[in-house]
Each structure stands twice: as structure tokens, then as C-alpha cells.
């Protein structure tokens, strides 16, 4: 049975910081690539940030350039997320997911590029955590 688990969320401020945890359990973390995404209420999910398999190549939205780092940890089967001057906007529901390319790392990257565009297909996803900033 494959788990995605996401934990970290909670309210902070206005520039604040927040550190998301996704753990992966019943699959071989090294074999996929993972992607956070967010959505907030009336708004479409979105891709926030993705890392391939083997952590070589990372993709992030427009909107969080600079201020979210994704990092994986295949042997803890950890991926996290830190998140760093965040914005009242940044406030959403976060997904974990994983995702297979077509076993190269071109197709993951590929995979990674698609997810920032709203392009969802991945495998197995989190109930999500909630992140909330206030202004």
C-alpha cells in the first residue's frame, strides 16, 4: 500500500516561514519524482515546486522563485519543502505526489515542467496540510 503523508502546515505571519514534510511509504522513492502543489479555495491547483528522482533538476512556479526550496531525502523517503517569506497569497491546501517519468531522466524533468504548468499527472498523492499566512 502506497502513503504519501504531508505535515508541516499551520498560520504564521506575513513573512514568515514554514517547513512542509511529505514521507512516502510502499514505493521506491528513488524511482520518482516529486511535486508539491496547492490549492486554495475557488482556485485551480497549481504546481509550486518539483524535484526529480535522483534530486539533479528542480522546477518551481513563478510565484515562489526565490523564497521556496524542495530537497529530498531518498533513504529517510522524506521530500521537504521550505518556505520562506511567504505572502497571504501563499495560503492553500499542499499536496504531496509522485510521479514516474518514462525511466529517464529527460521525461522527469519533462514531468517536472508540466506539473508547473498545472499539468497534474502524477501517481499517488497526500491528503494535503494547510497553510495558512495571515497579513
Known amino acids: 500500500l502506497v502513503q504519501v503523508v504531508e505535515s508541516g502546515g499551520g498560520l504564521v505571519q506575513a513573512g514568515g516561514s514554514l517547513r512542509l514534510s511529505c514521507i512516502a511509504s510502499g514505493l521506491i522513492l528513488e524511482r520518482y519524482s516529486m511535486a508539491w502543489f496547492r490549492q486554495a479555495p475557488g482556485k485551480e491547483r497549481e504546481g509550486v515546486s518539483c524535484?526529480?528522482?535522483?534530486?539533479?533538476?528542480?522546477a518551481y512556479a513563478d510565484s515562489v522563485k526565490g523564497r521556496l526550496t524542495i530537497s529530498r531525502d531518498n533513504a529517510k523517503k522524506t521530500v521537504t519543502l521550505q518556505m520562506n517569506s511567504l505572502k497571504p497569497e501563499d495560503t492553500a491546501m499542499y499536496y504531496c505526489?509522485?510521479?514516474?517519468?518514462?525511466?529517464?531522466?529527460?521525461?522527469?524533468?519533462?514531468?517536472?515542467?508540466?506539473?508547473?504548468?498545472?499539468?497534474?499527472?502524477?501517481?499517488?498523492w497526500g491528503q494535503g496540510t494547510q497553510v495558512t499566512v495571515s497579513s
Open positions: 524535484i526529480v528522482s535522483d534530486g539533479g533538476s528542480t
Open positions: 505526489a509522485a510521479g514516474r517519468g518514462a525511466g529517464t531522466v529527460y521525461s522527469e524533468i519533462v514531468l517536472c515542467q508540466k506539473a508547473m504548468s498545472g499539468q497534474a499527472d502524477f501517481d499517488y
